[in-house]
C-alpha cells in the first residue's frame, strides 16, 4: 500500500483481500472516500466518490475483495494497511449459512439460526454485522437479535431487542433502525438479573418463532444472535440457555478455545458449533469508552445523529399519574423467604418504586404493557413480558409538588403510564 496525497487526503491502494484499518482521534472527524475499485465497511458496500464522515472514536476498517484506493482526510490515531484479515473464514460462513437457507427454502423448513459468542472485544458485533449485511445483499430477510445489554447496537443500553434486516447497515450510521422490538432489561450487565436476563431472551425467542410462523421470508433468514461479553459461570449458563431457547443450529465462537470446547461439550451434537478467530483490528475499549458509548447512545435516542436533529421534550409528570416499578427485590437469604418462595420469585417480582430525588436521572422504560391489564391483577406477569415503547429520563423531582421533571421524545403525555426503572443514569447536558 502506498500512501500520499489525493483530493486533500491521503491515498491508500489497497490490494484485493487487504483491509485499511483507522481510528479517529478525539474531537476530530475523520472524511473516507473510494476512489477506484470497490471496498466494503463492515460488510456494506461504499459509493465511489462520496464523501463518509466518521465521528470520533469510531475505529474503521475498509476491506476490499477486489482491490481498491481510496482517501481518507482528518486526524487519525492510527491508520494502517493489513494483509492479515480473518474475512476469507468470514465470508466462508456466510457461504455456509446461505447453503442452509436454500436448503430451507427447498425442504420449506426453517433458515439457520446462529448464535454469535465470545469474550468482550473480539468482534461479535461486527460478525454480527458482516453476516447481516451479506445476507440482505442476496435478498434475505435476516433477523438481529440483540442480547448484548451493555452496547447494544439496535436500542439504548439496558435492553434486548430484535430487529428485522432489511437493508445492509449503514456505512455512518449502523443499522437502520424501524420498528425493532425492544425489551427492557434494567441494567448494563446480565449478572444484575440472570433470571430476568433468561426470561426475556426466551420471550424474544417465542415471538421469533411466531413470527417466522406467519413469515416465510423471516423464517428463511434466520436469525444472528449477538450475546454478552460475560462467557463464565452464570454468563455461560446464558449462553446455553439461549441455544435451547432459540434452538440454535450453529453457534460461532470467535477467539475462545476453552469456550468453544465447552459449548461443544454441553450443546446437543446436532448444534454446529464452529471456532473463528477475531480479527487483529479489534481494538480493544477500556470502561470509560465502553460508558461513553452507551452515553451516546442515549443522547442519539434523544437528539439524534449527525445529520438528523431530534428535539426532545421537557414536560412534568404528576406521580399520581404514573406508576413506577423496578424488577427484581433486593435478594434474601433463603431461609428469610416466605413459605413456597423462591429465590427466582424476588429475582422477577415487580417493586412498586415512590419516586424520591434518587430517581433524578434515571432512564426509565416506558411499557407497552396494556393498562387494563393491570385493574384485572394480570400486571405482574404481563409486564416483564411486555416490549417497550420509548424511554424517558428523569431530570428533576420535586416531592413536595408530587411531580418530576422528564425528557421525552414525544410531548406530553405519555403514551403509556406504567414506567420501568433502569439503574442506568443519564445526564442531560443540553
Ligand atoms: P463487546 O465486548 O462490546 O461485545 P465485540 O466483541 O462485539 O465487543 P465489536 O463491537 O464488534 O466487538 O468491535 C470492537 C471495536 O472494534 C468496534 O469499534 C469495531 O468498529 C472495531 N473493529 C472491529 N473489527 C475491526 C477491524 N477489522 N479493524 C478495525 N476496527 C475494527
Keep these: ?16 483481500e487487504t483491509e485499511l484499518r483507522f481510528e479517529v482521534e478525539a474531537g476530530e472527524k475523520v472524511q473516507l472516500e473510494l476512489l477506484t475499485g470497490l471496498a466494503e465497511v463492515f460488510g456494506s458496500e461504499l459509493n465511489r466518490n462520496k464523501k463518509y464522515t466518521f465521528p470520533p472514536g469510531s475505529k474503521i476498517a475498509v476491506f476490499t475483495w477486489q482491490g481498491c484506493s481510496v482517501s481518507l482526510s482528518g ?5 494502517y494497511v493489513s494483509k492479515d484479515t480473518p474475512m476469507l473464514l468470514y465470508l466462508n460462513t456466510h457461504a455456509a449459512l446461505e447453503q442452509m437457507r436454500r436448503q430451507a427454502e427447498r425442504d420449506n423448513e426453517r433458515g439457520p439460526r446462529v448464535m454469535v459468542v465470545g469474550p468482550t472485544d473480539v468482534g461479535k458485533s461486527t460478525v454480527c454485522r458482516l453476516l447481516l449485511s451479506y445476507a440482505v445483499r442476496l435478498g434475505r430477510r435476516p433477523t438481529l437479535v440483540e442480547l448484548d445489554v451493555g452496547q447494544s447496537g439496535v436500542s439504548v ?39 430476568l436476563y433468561n426470561k426475556l431472551t426466551s420471550c424474544l425467542a417465542e415471538v421469533f418463532s411466531q413470527r417466522c410462523e406467519v413469515n416465510r421470508k423471516a423464517s428463511v433468514g434466520g436469525c444472528i444472535i449477538n450475546t454478552c461479553g460475560w462467557v463464565k459461570g452464570s454468563g455461560y449458563q446464558a449462553l446455553v440457555h439461549c441455544a435451547s431457547a432459540f ?65 426532545p421534550h421537557a ?3 404528576r406521580f399520581s399519574d404514573v406508576r413506577i416499578y423496578k424488577i427484581g427485590a433486593p435478594s434474601i437469604p433463603d431461609s428469610c423467604l416466605p413459605l ?37 391483577g394480570g400486571v405482574r406477569r404481563g ?10 429520563v428523569v431530570t428533576n423531582v420535586d416531592t413536595q409538588g408530587q411531580v418530576m421533571t422528564v425528557l421525552s421524545p414525544a410531548p406530553r ?18
Design 75 to 79: 486526524k487519525t490515531e492510527v491508520a
Design 413 to 430: 403525555p405519555l403514551p403509556r403510564h406504567t414506567l420501568l426503572i433502569m439503574d442506568i443514569r443519564f445526564i442531560d447536558l443540553k
Design 1 to 16: 500500500a502506498g500512501a500520499g496525497a489525493g483530493g486533500g487526503g491521503t491515498r491508500f491502494d489497497l490490494e484485493k
Design 340 to 376: 413456597g418462595m423462591s429465590q427466582d420469585d424476588t429475582q422477577l417480582k415487580l417493586v412498586p418504586v415512590t419516586p424520591g430525588r434518587d430517581l433524578t436521572h434515571h432512564v426509565l422504560s416506558v411499557s407497552c404493557a396494556d393498562e387494563g391489564e393491570e385493574v384485572a
Design 383 to 392: 409486564l416483564l413480558e411486555s416490549p417497550v415503547c420509548g424511554f424517558i
Design 157 to 195: 443500553p439496558g435492553t434486548m431487542s430484535a430487529l428485522c434486516i432489511e437493508r445492509p447497515a449503514d456505512v455512518e450510521e449502523g443499522y437502520s433502525v424501524q420498528a425493532p422490538l425492544v425489551y427492557h432489561f434494567g441494567s448494563t450487565t446480565p449478572g444484575t438479573n440472570i433470571k
Design 315 to 317: 414536560f412534568d409528570v
Design 247 to 311: 434452538e440454535v443450529d450453529v453457534v460461532l465462537v470467535l477467539d475462545q478455545e476453552r469456550l468453544y470446547n465447552e459449548l461443544k461439550r454441553d450443546l446437543p451434537h446436532f448444534v454446529r458449533v464452529v471456532l473463528l478467530p477475531k480479527s487483529g483490528g479489534v481494538v480493544e475499549r477500556s470502561k470509560d469508552c465502553r460508558r461513553e458509548a452507551r452515553d451516546d447512545k442515549i443522547r442519539e435516542y434523544f437528539y439524534g445523529f449527525r445529520g438528523v436533529s431530534f428535539y
